[in-house]
């Protein structure tokens, strides 16, 4: 048998885990530094946590688990037949599958908020960094299995919440040296759309139809909700809205008055007033805290998620092309799905594979990641190991990664693997060493090298890391 991966999954070598571990710890830092807490759940749920909670295109993406055992030897396939006689596999899949592989990670968060709730201070501000699994077909930046790295808050309704997401995602791509553009919309803004159209019982129809504007254009949006039943009018409504331009303050403006009756429609909506209100207030805010990062405001982000109620976030890199790298919301009653009603919560997730592209795609990576060993010690023999090994074990309890190498080889096939690995330092040290009670180091990148006595492990420490923090 060819070993293989499934579609849309991937194996990640040591270079690879240097780089997404260089992102995770960035991003752990970033989120620890605004006082959020790690938290992790399982990697299957129950089903019923999951459906319903992503829109019925969601659904379709989830990876069902089959129950274990004999799942099908007890299953009336007779009662999964549709009148034609053929088998209804959606809800035979129902009967033979209790649980799936998470969507996201935001739902599992509110299963446990509420499952924890006695245990846990609101509001509650947690991260979370783990893989998530979607039935979906790979291409370029889209994987089924990937991370997401997420940060939310909940238990209270201030836009500082928000702010504060905006500011995280500042930092963490400042200290990435990415530079990118964070778009916000409202979903309220987006139940506006829909009311002053004279549609409101076609907000998720509309919202699922602009989502897709970058990717098959206006037109292919309005065909899609004609065939959803909105009309030609209608339609033309929301496309006046989706070519407002200006900055924000225009912006939000010019959609006050369509939402206070200034439409070819004549209606009001006063969710998507609110909406202007949240937006105008979250701008305020951005503007005073001086976000290095450009922010606009994009009433074509609807974000396809169903549970989003207020401020929604879309993050892409400025200079590599690759879909959305962030993205987010506020979400008013997520919880009470699960029987805790009316706790606000409002998070972001960040893509972890599409930045660790980003930062691949524009060589962003600092150099040193290649390795995860400083000095190798070449083997010279076994009475020289044994010369070496307490200097081994000194440097490393000084937090410097070091391998003795395990075979007394020929030094260019030594040599040879320092350089595959990347490894900066080496350490050459022989009979002449021992006599002396030296220990020599060289710098593979410079070629400087230095002996020093055996006891000077302190100076052998100094060396190693001043060169690495020049």
């Known amino acids: ?88 596999s959606v809800a035979l899949s129902k009967e033979v599958c209790e649980k799936g592989l998470r969507y996201d990670l935001t739902v599992p968060f509110a299963r446990y908020v509420v499952q924890h709730q006695n245990d846990i201070s609101f509001p509650f501000k947690r991260f979370q960094i783990q893989p ?18 997420d940060v939310d808050v909940i238990g209270s309704r201030s836009q500082v919440n928000e702010l504060e997401l905006v500011q995280i995602v500042d930092r963490v791509f400042s200290l990435l040296d990415v530079r990118v553009l964070v778009k916000i919309n409202n979903r309220k803004v987006l139940t506006g759309f829909a009311e002053i159209c004279g549609f409101p019982d076609k907000v998720v129809d509309i919202t699922v ?15 899609e909700m004609r065939g ?46 609110k909406g202007l209100d949240e937006l105008e207030e979250l701008f305020g805010l951005i503007d005073a805290a001086g976000i290095g990062s450009p922010v606009e405001i994009d009433l074509s982000l609807a974000r396809g998620l169903n549970y989003y109620t207020g401020a929604i976030f879309e993050v892409k890199a400025l200079d590599f092309s690759i879909g959305s790298i962030c993205g987010g919301g506020r979400y008013d009653n997520l919880t009470g799905i699960f029987g805790l009603p009316d706790v606000s919560g409002v998070g972001i997730s960040f893509g972890a594979d599409r930045i660790y592209d980003v930062l691949s795609g524009l060589d962003k990576f600092p150099k040193g990641l290649k390795s995860s060993t400083t000095l190798l010690f070449a083997n010279m023999g076994a009475d020289e190991v044994r010369y070496i090994l307490p200097v081994a074990k000194a440097l490393r309890e000084r937090g410097v990664a070091v391998e003795v190498y395990p075979d007394s080889s020929k030094l260019k096939k030594q040599f040879d693997y320092a350089d595959r690995k990347c490894i900066p330092f080496l350490s050459i040290t022989g009979a002449d060493e021992m006599a002396s009670g030296q220990v020599n180091v060289k710098n593979l990148v410079t070629g400087e090298q230095k002996a020093f006595s055996i006891n000077d492990v302190q100076d052998i420490f100094d060396f190693l890391t001043s060169v690495e923090e020049k």
């Open 1 to 88: 048998m060819k070993p293989s991966i499934p579609k849309g999954t991937r194996d990640f070598g040591q270079q690879e885990m240097a780089g997404r571990n260089f992102i995770f710890d960035t991003i752990k830092g970033v989120f620890r530094t605004f006082g959020y807490s790690q938290i992790e759940t399982p990697a299957m749920e129950n089903l019923s946590t999951l459906l319903g909670k992503y829109g019925e295109e969601g659904d379709k993406l989830l990876f069902r688990v089959l129950n274990s055992g004999d799942a099908f030897g007890k299953v009336d396939f007779d009662s999964f037949k549709d009148s034609d006689g053929a088998i209804n």
């Open 209 to 223: 139809a602009i989502d897709k504007l970058d990717k098959i254009g206006l037109d292919a949006v309005e065909e």
């Open 132 to 149: 998530v699994w979607r039935a979906d077909r790979p291409q370029k930046g889209r994987y089924r299995e990937f991370y997401q790295c």
């Open 228 to 273: 959803k039943g909105l009309t030609d009018n209608a339609i033309a409504v929301i496309e006046q809205i989706l070519k407002l331009s200006g900055s924000t303050s225009e912006k939000i403006a010019s959609m006050r008055s369509l939402m206070r009756g200034g439409s070819p429609s004549g209606l009001v909506s006063e969710t998507g007033l």
